[in-house]
């Protein structure tokens, strides 16, 4: 999971947290790379989650990741989470 403190721009622990995704999806040729971020779709959240989202996105891409193996997955905040923190966060999932 990657989480952003500001904006869209990956930090150190990001870049690190997405390498390691990226380390795994290359070991793993057959399967999709899910990204999830988190808002509600209509608020203004959403094109922040999304732009996060984008930037693990080209991140995977630069590290070799085919584009059609990545696919973005907007969903609702969970109950009882700040939607604000919800937001912050962009969950790599690996596999089928």
Do not use: C, H
């Amino acid at each position: 999971m990657v989480f952003f403190e500001e904006q869209s721009a990956l930090d150190t622990f990001a870049r690190d947290v997405t390498a390691s995704a990226a380390n795994q999806a290359r070991a793993n040729p057959g399967a999709t790379v899910k990204l999830f971020w988190f808002a509600d779709t209509g608020g203004s959240l959403a094109s922040v989650a999304q732009a996060r989202a984008d930037a693990v996105r080209a991140y995977l891409l630069d590290a070799g990741i085919p584009a059609q193996r990545i696919v973005i997955i907007g969903r609702e905040p969970r109950g009882g989470i700040d939607p604000e923190v919800e937001a912050q966060r962009v969950l790599i999932e690996i596999g089928g």
